[in-house]
């Protein structure tokens, strides 16, 4: 695709519920990341991937929250026990970096509104 | 750790006008990365501008250029020629090299609207 998709873009869970958010990157992107984006404030880093490898969880905000990218692409954000402080965006972007030396862009999706009951 | 500000919770400009939008930042890292992204009510991210700390002239994208003060981890965008489409949320972000991928620290946001 163009760009990068997310789905759903709403979701309404009730307390308790497990929710299951999905992310397309762009085709190719090596580096894919998620951020949680609370009402009026800027997102907040919460996990990145480069390829299928996990390399940084160190924002998931409690162990609900798990992330995986199986085959280097598609990547899904699941929350277990939904809790009201869970209401947020979900960001995903994804970038082509590949060194730490250059800037590449992320590129960032539509995001996910999750709203907790 | 490193640390982005915006005081600036609200701006407004007049159409056509030039606007200023501050960001502090704090790192202890002589080499990184900063960036302007639009936010659009529809939600999707757009970078507008991005400058390298090493590079000591400011960058610019036609309407839009920044103000660079390293010494002062100063980082101000400006808008020339404010049209209505420019209206939405402004974030700061930072990016250190060293940090695994480079994610992006994101400050807490500029409202801006036009008037017409």
């Known amino acids: 695709g163009a760009g990068v998709s997310q789905s759903p873009r709403y979701k309404v869970a009730k307390r308790g519920q497990d929710v299951a958010l999905r992310c397309d990157p762009i085709s190719g992107h090596v580096s894919l990341f998620w951020y949680q984006q609370a009402l009026g404030q800027g997102p907040e880093f919460l996990t990145y991937f480069q390829n299928e490898a996990q390399l940084d969880k160190s924002g998931l905000p409690s162990d609900r929250f798990f992330a995986e990218r199986p085959e280097g692409s598609v990547s899904t954000l699941k929350i277990q026990r939904t809790q009201q402080e869970d209401s947020a965006v979900y960001l995903c972007?994804?970038?082509?970096?590949?060194?730490?030396?250059?800037?590449?862009?992320?590129?960032f999706g539509p995001g996910t509104r999750l709203t907790v009951t | 750790a490193q640390t982005v500000t915006q005081s600036q919770p609200e701006m407004s400009v007049q159409e056509a006008e030039t606007v200023t939008l501050s960001c502090t930042y704090d790192?202890?890292?002589?080499?990184?990365?900063l960036f302007w992204y639009k936010q659009p009510p529809s939600r999707q991210m757009i970078l507008v501008i991005r400058q390298e700390a090493y590079k000591q002239q400011n960058a610019t994208e036609n309407r839009f250029s920044v103000n660079f003060q390293k010494a002062a981890k100063s980082f101000s965008l400006k808008i020339s020629d404010s049209q209505l489409g420019d209206a939405a949320m402004y974030f700061c972000?930072?990016?250190?090299?060293?940090?695994?991928?480079?994610?992006?620290?994101f400050g807490q946001g500029t409202e801006l609207s036009v008037k017409p």
């Open positions: 972007a994804s970038s082509a970096l590949r060194g730490r030396t250059r800037a590449y862009e992320q590129y």
């Open positions: 790192t202890s890292e002589s080499d990184y990365y």
């Open positions: 972000a930072l990016r250190e090299p060293g940090n695994q991928g480079g994610k992006l620290i």
